[in-house]
């Protein structure tokens, strides 16, 4: 049983910041690719950061979020400063990641989170 379960979403003003968590189970943690994607209504979901051998972020969000883990605790974090309204959407927590050239993918999904951002 692969669980993912993500935490630390919330409301806040334009500008603040938000640390996003994913306990990870099921399945070895340590040497596995694991991202970030967020999802807004009407559009697909998509990535934000990755997390695998070394680290990858999406242009808009360089600079302001940094993805990492912590082995031991079978976790991995999303810290996101200087947010912005655009960055308002449902964040997930994905497992088995890669990449193909039609873009990154993952086989396994958290629950989601909410991160609502006010101008």
């Known amino acids: 049983q692969v669980r993912l379960v993500e935490s630390g979403g919330g409301s806040v003003a334009a500008g603040g910041s938000l640390r996003l968590s994913c306990v990870a189970s099921?399945?070895?943690?340590?040497?596995?690719?694991m991202g970030w994607f967020r999802q807004t209504p009407g559009k697909d979901r998509a990535v934000v950061a990755i997390?695998?051998?070394?680290?990858y972020y999406i242009d808009s969000v360089k600079g302001r979020f940094t993805v990492s883990r912590d082995i031991a605790k079978n976790t991995v974090y999303l810290q996101m400063n200087s947010l912005k309204p655009e960055d308002t959407a449902m964040y997930y927590c994905?497992?088995?990641?890669?990449?193909?050239?039609?873009?990154?993918?993952?086989?396994?999904w958290g629950q989601g989170t909410q991160v609502t951002v006010s101008s």
């Open positions: 997390v695998d051998s070394g680290t």
């Open positions: 994905a497992a088995n990641c890669g990449w193909n050239e039609g873009g990154w993918y993952a086989v396994y």
């Open positions: 099921g399945y070895r943690f340590s040497s596995n690719c």
